[in-house]
């Protein structure tokens, strides 16, 4: 395999997106079972999290090509550029997401190897119909984000905290309306929004102006009922975790900022890496919480 080949699979699954499936190890972080083996089970899902969200990124590709080959900057993509072949790129997609599910089903469980096919399936269902159709589309990715969230509680045998749930569904559908007008606000003025998102003709900045504002406070209000509840303060025995509010408003309203001052948001994975601001809310947060919880 020549150098470009590999340099354009790569591209193609995506790596950087990785990040994301960090939400597969906070039920791990919270749930004081940091023996060898949970910890090891969860570093493999982990894993065969990040094999088949690059499978999905390839069949994405794959269903978009032709609308990719006539986008100014989406046909520089492997596929559509014909860095990759389509068969080649058929037999990528089928290989992450087999060698995902054997991974996830010998070494954590059943239950996280049918967890990540529901994901391949309902991402599927995604390409092919529910992207079209506003607010679903939105939907659907935050529940990618809640299976990653159950392969790492329910996968690996451990409990379900509703608040889990609670804040993870409203992140993930903060950072998804603000990924639509991202969008939105790159294509200002341009009559055809269909050439970016056939979904965006059915948004309007008002619209995702208001959900983005609805979720910012459901995930604030959340995670601040989380840190003071009578179930969290008895599982972690302490009552400071509400001292790391901050850092969730923080990190919030500093999202904003770049989405609406510089254009930002359209990657959440490139935008959380790239800005120091947001590393360091990050690390601030989790070296916070564990030297709390710990």
């Known amino acids: 395999m020549s150098r470009g080949t590999m340099q354009s699979i790569i591209k193609l699954i995506r790596p950087h997106q990785w990040i994301k499936n960090g939400f597969v190890l906070i039920g791990v972080a919270f749930s004081h079972r940091w023996d060898v083996l949970t910890l090891t089970s969860a570093a493999l899902a982990f894993l065969a999290f990040c ?140 009559a055809d929004r269909t050439l970016t998102r056939r979904v965006l003709e059915h948004y309007s900045p008002a619209l995702l102006d208001q959900c983005i504002s609805v979720c910012a406070g459901g995930t604030i209000v959340a995670y601040s009922l989380y840190t003071m509840s009578a179930e969290t303060i008895a599982l972690h025995h302490t009552d400071k975790l509400v001292y790391t509010v901050p850092f969730i408003v923080y990190g919030i309203f500093r999202y904003l900022y770049l989405l609406h001052g510089h254009g930002r948001g359209n990657d959440t994975a490139s935008d959380l890496l790239q800005d120091r601001h947001l590393i360091a809310t990050v690390f601030a947060w989790i070296g916070t919480t564990l030297w709390l919880i710990v």
């Open 51 to 190: 094999l088949v969200a690059s499978g999905v990124y390839v069949m994405n590709d794959l269903l978009d090509v032709e609308a990719d080959r006539k986008h100014p900057t989406k046909c520089k993509r492997p596929i559509a550029s014909g860095a990759i072949s389509v068969t080649q790129a058929r037999l990528l997609a089928a290989g992450l997401a087999l060698v995902a599910v054997t991974l996830a089903w010998i070494g954590v469980s059943p239950m996280a190897a049918a967890l990540i096919a529901a994901y391949w399936t309902m991402n599927l269902g995604y390409s092919l119909h529910w992207k079209h159709v506003a607010i679903l589309d939105v939907f659907i990715i935050a529940a990618g984000f809640m299976l990653r969230i159950l392969v790492g509680t329910l996968g690996l045998h451990l409990g379900v905290s509703h608040w889990l749930i609670l804040c993870g569904m409203m992140v993930t559908l903060f950072l998804g309306f603000a990924k639509r007008r991202a969008e939105l606000l790159l294509i200002e003025g341009d």
